[in-house]
């Protein structure tokens, strides 16, 4: 007996959730002939990369040059550079801008992943430059066995690099350039 209301109940149940599945799908289904309705195409294309502002050599960073009463594209997302060739560094100190993508690398409290290959032990299998001995000293240049926490997390001073226009003009001229200049043509 106590089977028998059981199944009554199921198969009135399955039977329901056909029925709202059924109406669902006829409500949903578009109606025959109705044309697809066109999108309006509302934003203008936005060069991302050329906009300069004129005479001050730099991007019109936030407007792109789109007139204000027109909406821009986004511009498309800068790409990482990745091709693994060291780049120059502007002064002797500078912290070396790295040259390839580093996308997952974890580095938190248990791991750090870019040790992987920059710890001194690992860079001869990784062909990886190791860090350099500053990164093992301690605030009182006290050497330490392992990376110092004051360089663990690598990003605070190592970045990579996009192929983003630059949207600030820098004027900045390395200490070799300066000394080229002959003295007359100096400020
Ligand atoms: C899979 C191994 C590997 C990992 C992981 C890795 N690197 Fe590298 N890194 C290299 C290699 C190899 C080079 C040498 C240039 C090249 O081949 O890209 C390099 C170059 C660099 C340089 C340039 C050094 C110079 O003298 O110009 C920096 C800075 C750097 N890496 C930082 C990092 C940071 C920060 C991380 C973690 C977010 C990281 N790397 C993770 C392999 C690695
Ligand atoms: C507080 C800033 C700072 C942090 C954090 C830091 N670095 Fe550096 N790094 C530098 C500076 C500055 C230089 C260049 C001068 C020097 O070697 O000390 C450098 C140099 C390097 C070099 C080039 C070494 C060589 O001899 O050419 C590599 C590779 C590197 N760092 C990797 C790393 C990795 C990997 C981490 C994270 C574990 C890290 N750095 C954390 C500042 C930092």
């Not at 599945?21 to 289904?29: D, P, S």
């Not at 195409?41 to 960073?61: C, K, L, W």
């Not at 390839?100 to 580095?107: L, P, W």
Request: charged share 20%.
């Amino acid at each position: 007996m106590q089977n028998r209301h059981l199944w009554i109940a199921v198969g009135l149940t399955v039977a329901l959730m056909a029925l709202v599945f059924v109406a669902g799908w006829m409500v949903g289904r578009p109606a025959k002939h109705e044309a697809p309705v066109p999108v309006p195409v509302a934003s203008t294309p936005v060069d991302a990369r050329a906009v300069f502002v004129p005479g001050a050599g730099q991007i019109e960073a936030i407007r792109r040059g789109v007139p204000i009463d027109q909406e821009g594209h986004p511009p498309p997302m800068a790409h990482v550079e990745n091709a693994d060739l060291k780049r120059a560094r502007a002064y002797p100190m500078q912290p070396p801008t790295i040259p390839h993508a580093i996308d997952g690398y974890q580095v938190d409290k248990n791991s750090n992943r870019c040790m992987l290959c920059h710890a001194r032990a690992n860079a001869a299998t990784f062909q990886a430059p190791p860090v350099s001995v500053t990164h093992y000293m301690d605030r009182d240049d006290q050497f330490l066995a392992t990376i110092s926490p004051r360089r663990y997390f690598c990003n605070q001073c190592h970045v990579v690099q996009t192929d983003a226009p630059v949207l600030v003009a820098n004027q900045f001229r390395d200490i070799d350039s300066v000394l080229s200049t002959p003295p007359t043509a100096k400020e």
